[in-house]
């Protein structure tokens, strides 16, 4: 076997797969997804729990993404600065994010501080407490990303787009929120989200590393396979999106920007649909990769029209 053929062998077999994937799914619904991988002596965990933004209501949007961000503010057997202190210490990362459908988290530690991570996500999910110094210090954080939002041309660009092509579709709003709507969450909300939404059914943990798969199933069942919510609300159903029936534009104007985005598109496929694999190579060639791709090429390289040219394709549970 000549070199060649020796690390492509050996490249190919490093590469997941359902052999070497080990999947175990807990009776209180949890789903563990582990993996070994010696190369180095780390572990990275990451997962999500599907209580994401679908859940808001229109006149508190942002609800989701607030009680998400405010986890990690102080549990019932840890505050605000002994959950930093202890991550800092390990020198681990971890932290949870909101998006449409689902409440994402994730870290990485070394291996030997994987039951630190795992204990972290346990108790901050399990029993935050919501401390309301915390919450208001949260809540002037977002406002703050919020105002900063409004005046970048890409996300207000990109917001707007996403208002017109899913009009009256839950796709359609941005899931940290309008000012008035984060403004108009309380203490109670939060709480009371956590109590109703967050528990065991349809959380997703995955776990690859330098760790033995068994070894890792059986930290995540010790602390967790015992979460029990029987308030847990079902996932709301995506209702069907109405297509555009003739081309839409709108101009939103941002005082005293001398620079514009410009957005343009329309509704793709579902990441399950059949030609969605052919859409994404498409999608690469097109201008996935900025200068890489023909967009950027001609838009910026050849004519100098334009700062950056890309294009993109997001797809997931919905159009």
């Known amino acids: 076997m000549s070199n060649t053929q020796y690390a ?12 070497d994937i080990t999947r175990v799914v807990l009776p209180n619904g949890i789903t563990i997804l582990s993996r070994t991988n010696f190369n180095s002596p780390s572990v990275v965990i990451s997962g999500y729990l599907p209580v994401g933004a679908l859940f808001d209501p229109d006149e508190k949007l942002g609800l989701a993404d607030f009680t998400a961000s405010a986890l990690m ?15 800092e210490s390990a020198g681990a990362s971890f932290g949870f994010n909101a998006r449409t459908h689902n409440v994402g988290f994730g870290g990485r530690s070394l291996s030997e501080d994987l039951p630190l991570l795992l204990d972290l996500l346990a108790d901050t999910v399990r029993q935050p407490i919501f ?15 919020l105002a900063i939002r409004a005046q970048d041309t890409r996300d207000m660009a990109s917001m707007v787009f996403d208002e017109i092509v899913y009009a009256g ?81 709108r101009h939103h104007a941002i005082p005293g920007k001398s620079q514009s985005d410009i957005v343009m598109g329309f509704v793709g496929p579902k990441r399950r649909d059949p030609d969605y694999m052919a859409a ?6 097109l201008g996935q990769f900025g200068m890489m791709g023909r967009i950027g090429d001609v838009v910026r390289e050849k004519s100098g029209l334009a700062y950056y040219a890309y294009s993109s394709l997001s797809a997931g549970l919905g159009p």
């Open 280 to 285: 994404s190579l498409g999608n690469s060639v």
């Open 131 to 145: 401390p309301v110094e915390h919450v208001e210090r949260l809540r002037a954080q977002l406002l703050t990303g």
């Open 169 to 249: 579709h839950p796709y359609s709003r941005p899931e940290d929120g309008f000012p008035e709507t984060v403004q108009a969450i309380t203490r109670d909300d939060l709480a009371a989200f956590h109590r109703s939404k967050y528990g065991p059914k349809g959380m997703v943990i995955s776990i690859v590393g330098a760790v033995e798969p068994q070894k890792a199933i059986d930290q995540v069942t010790s602390i967790l396979g015992d979460w029990e919510n029987p308030e847990q609300a079902e996932k709301p159903l995506l209702p069907a999106l109405k297509s555009l029936e003739k081309r839409a534009q």
């Open 8 to 19: 492509i062998r050996n490249t190919n077999s490093a590469l997941p797969g359902s052999d």
């Open 73 to 87: 503010r102080g549990t019932e057997k840890r505050d605000f600065q002994a959950i930093y202190d202890e991550i």
